[in-house]
């Protein structure tokens, strides 16, 4: 297998390139993923050694840590940990739609960058690969452009 690294949410799977086509515009050089959690966000380390956090509901794709230490300095950071994990958020998709099924995540139909909420009526499933695409795109097709608050 070649050195492309891949990321499992439950049985989901996406690869580095996939990533890296949806979001090195942003000038992100993925070569690993660290983790991904129930909404497709991905912890990712870049070819620099700094660390990126993919938000496919915001359509965000931000620079998070220099290095691996500041990495680790986060997973001490309530804030952090709690917009990670979005407890809430997963309650309400879980109740909402069900548990994930094995090539599935949680999304937002309409991400919150265009205005949609976090509420039940808004909630959907997808691949993630299929999310992580959509949401670069997306948010290439917006650069430059005001968002929603």
Not at 74 to 102: C, H, I, K
């Amino acid at each position: 297998m070649s050195n492309q690294s891949i990321a499992f949410t439950g049985s989901i799977m996406i690869t580095v390139e996939d990533i890296n086509d949806a979001w090195s515009w942003m000038g992100l050089r993925a070569v690993e993923i660290l983790g991904a959690n129930a909404f497709g966000n991905l912890i990712l380390r870049d070819a620099d050694g700094s660390y990126w956090r993919v938000r496919p509901q915001d359509l965000c794709c931000e620079h998070v840590a220099e290095d691996r230490a500041a990495l680790d300095a986060l997973s001490y950071n309530q804030d952090f940990l709690n917009d990670w994990y979005m407890p809430e958020l997963v309650d309400l998709a879980e109740s909402t739609l069900g548990p994930l099924t094995d090539d599935r995540t949680y999304c937002l139909k309409i991400p919150s960058a265009l205005g949609g909420h976090y509420g039940s009526e808004n909630l959907a499933t997808v691949p993630l690969s299929e999310l992580i695409r959509f949401s670069g795109e997306s948010a290439q097709h917006l650069e430059g452009l005001p968002r929603w608050s």
